[in-house]
């Protein structure tokens, strides 16, 4: 009997980072896509039926979402999702300029079979783009452009950046999938990851720092003034 009870207890242990796990990327995705808009404030327990799950993955989840500067615990009046003013976008821009471009550039110093698998992988997350853009699906292509800016972090061998980004990344997200159908087909972004996929196999360190960068300050100027003509306080 003692041993059933450990052996329970033990699979408990394994399956709660699981629920906790699962719990996190469901309600970070659901921030990301704006299911939760900005300022929305709302229970734990609502936020856990609405994610059809139990309430105490849900509030491991919210803690770590809070150190992510996602959400906001409001003492005695649930959970806030952190609503983004227009100076916020300037300043995550401003980081996700300078990582990025430096992440291309580690990219493109690595030894040239390290550098064609990255650049492979890039290349199909633009494809994909591309792919989406000829359906008019928005959205398919707003995912595949985050797996291709992903990509170049997760792959750079620097770790601090991967961290940083993975919190500034989804800020950004949020603040262009508000605005994804105001502005302009983004026909543009498929040749400016094409250009970066080609510096970084090419080994071409300067070239890759500067395409990344570019392509990064142009998003920037381009949202930046939409968020402002259109009167967004909040995103």
Known sequence: MVDKLQMLTAQ????????????????????RDNVFPPG?????QEIALRLGMSRTPVHEAIIRL???????VLSKRGVQVCPLAPEDIREIYDVIIAIEA?????????????RRQIADELE????????????????????????????????????RIRRIAQTIT?????ARMLTLKLRP???????????????????????????ARQ????????????????????L
Not at 102 to 113: I, Q, T
């Open 215 to 234: 392509h990064r300050i142009n998003a920037r100027d381009e949202l930046l003034p939409l968020i402002e003509s259109f009167g967004i306080k909040h």
């Open 40 to 44: 929305y404030q709302g229970s734990e």
């Open 185 to 211: 087909k983004p026909t543009g972004s498929t040749a400016a990851h094409r250009q970066i996929a080609e510096a970084i196999r090419k080994g071409q360190v300067a070239e890759a720092h500067q395409h």
């Open 66 to 72: 809070q150190e992510d500067g996602l959400v906001r």
């Open 102 to 114: 430096r992440a291309a550039e580690l990219l493109a110093a690595m030894p040239y079979n390290n």
């Open 170 to 174: 989804d800020q950004a997200h949020r």
């Open 12 to 31: 408990e242990t394994a399956r709660k980072p699981s629920l906790v796990e699962d719990a996190y990327r469901a309600l970070k995705e659901a921030i």
């Open 124 to 159: 199909e997350a633009t494809a994909r783009m591309e792919q989406a853009l000829r359906k008019d699906d928005l959205h398919a292509w707003a995912i595949a452009d985050d797996q291709f800016h992903r990509l170049l972090v997760e792959h750079c061998g620097n770790s």
